[in-house]
């Protein structure tokens, strides 16, 4: 699978700027294609056409043009599928945790106002709807982006700054929750958020790694500080139990959730099931054993 530094491997062989601060209208190759990214920094996509799936450590989100979205520096799994008449563009902004502290301190009675009445959680990852001030915004980008010269270090402190400004006073308590840096219990909950939100969706460890961050040495590592198990037996347990109440409460038949559970064949669930509980789905069903 291929990995993808951004944005250096957006500009290739160019030397980036220095200021924390990129503006880019991007295209998509045009054809399909599942890789690894790596966002060095914090980045806004501001879709202009297309669509994309991409994979985060507690989510898997769908990417279209009715958003714009902030991600925040860190890994991922994209996804592609791309035909002859589909094309991607996007403006990508990318910004390092400098830019987004010196937009906190340069309005800092305005922020410190709003996160009294905001909500204190923690969003590695933001949607905001697209509305008229948002589609305007991006129609100046592009044409400034289309005229051919480089934006100077202030136009692009100032579209920087009058997005976040409008999104601070129409999505205080949202656009407060993303994040100036990580720490310790910042990357455990990240670690909590991938495992639970990948338990079934065949996501392998190796990807969970990934996208949290981490190698899968240290990844195992941290899971079995935080859940006391190793991951292995960890999903395997949570996928057995979630096929018992499937079976006994929701009456369905083990040949139709094996795929649901991320097994590739009937009888590759059948034989995990029968050595975890000692009894095949078949039988559980028929009630001609039950697990002890």
Not at 147 to 156: C, H, N, P, Y
Request: with cysteine.
């Amino acid at each position: 699978m291929n990995i993808y530094r951004l944005p250096q491997d957006i500009f290739q062989d160019k030397e980036l700027p220095s200021d924390g601060l990129i503006f880019h209208r991007y295209k998509a190759p045009a054809h399909s294609f599942r890789g690894k990214c790596i966002l060095d920094g914090n980045a806004v996509s501001l879709v202009i056409s297309g669509a994309k799936t991409m994979i985060f450590a507690d989510r898997a989100v769908r990417i279209n043009s009715d958003e714009i979205h902030f991600l925040s520096a860190g890994n991922c799994m994209v996804s592609m599928e791309l035909d002859k008449h589909t094309i991607v563009e996007s403006i990508l902004i990318f910004f390092d945790n400098k830019t987004l502290a010196d937009f906190y301190l340069k309005y800092k009675e305005r922020i410190m106002g709003a996160r009294k009445k905001a909500d204190q959680g923690i969003e590695l990852f933001l949607a905001f709807k697209k509305d008229g001030f948002i589609l305007n915004y991006m129609s100046s980008l592009e044409w400034l982006l289309q005229s051919g010269g480089l934006l100077s270090d202030e136009m692009k402190r100032l579209k920087f700054e009058e997005l976040m400004l409008y999104l601070l006073e129409k999505y205080p308590s949202q656009l407060l929750s993303f994040p100036l840096s990580k720490n310790k219990d910042l990357e455990d909950l990240e670690i909590r958020k991938a495992v639970e939100a990948h338990v079934i969706t065949g996501v392998s460890l190796e990807e969970l790694a990934f996208i949290c961050n981490l190698s899968v040495s240290t990844f195992k590592r941290r899971f079995l500080a935080i859940y006391g198990v190793a991951p292995g037996k960890w999903f395997l347990q949570k996928k057995m139990e979630w096929a018992k109440e499937l079976i006994l409460q929701g009456g369905e038949r083990p040949g139709e959730i094996y795929d649901k559970l991320g097994y590739e064949s009937h009888s590759s669930f059948s034989q995990a099931f029968k050595q975890y509980f000692g009894v095949t789905p078949r039988e559980l069903r028929s009630g001609e054993r039950v697990p002890e």
